[in-house]
């Protein structure tokens, strides 16, 4: 079984900043891309970013030049720094990976429970 746990989420005023973290556990052989994707009420699931095994970065328009998605391959972790944080980026914030495990022949796609970020003053 693999698990995604995320973690950081919370309440921040306009302006502030949020670390949310993805550690991914199981029998993982490799991870290739790693991202983040948000869903507003009433709104579809968007990519907010992703990082690929190769350190390449995808980023929605919107959060350009506020978050920063990095990754610890050690620690099979992913982490999306947001700053200049806006109401509009309010929304649940899902960790994704895709990726192999022990024994299969292709890379499966696994989600997080998804954590609460809430910008308010």
């Known amino acids: 079984q693999v698990q995604l746990v995320e973690s950081g989420g919370g309440l921040v005023q306009p302006g502030g900043s949020l670390r949310l973290s993805c550690a991914v556990s199981?029998?993982?052989?490799?991870?290739?891309?790693m991202g983040w994707y948000r869903q507003a009420p009433g709104k579809q699931r968007e990519l907010v970013a992703s990082?690929?095994?190769?350190?390449?970065?995808k980023y929605a328009d919107s959060v350009k030049g506020r978050f920063t998605i990095s990754r610890d391959n050690a620690k099979n972790t992913v982490y999306l720094q947001m700053n200049s944080l806006k109401p509009e980026d309010t929304a649940v914030y899902y960790c994704?990976?895709?990726?192999?495990?022990?024994?299969?022949?292709?890379?499966?796609?696994?989600w997080g429970q998804g954590t609460q970020v809430t910008v308010s003053s």
């Open positions: 994704n990976a895709d990726l192999w495990l022990g024994g299969t022949l292709s890379p499966s796609d696994y």
């Open positions: 990082i690929t095994s190769g350190d390449r970065l």
């Open positions: 199981g029998s993982i052989v490799r991870i290739n891309v």
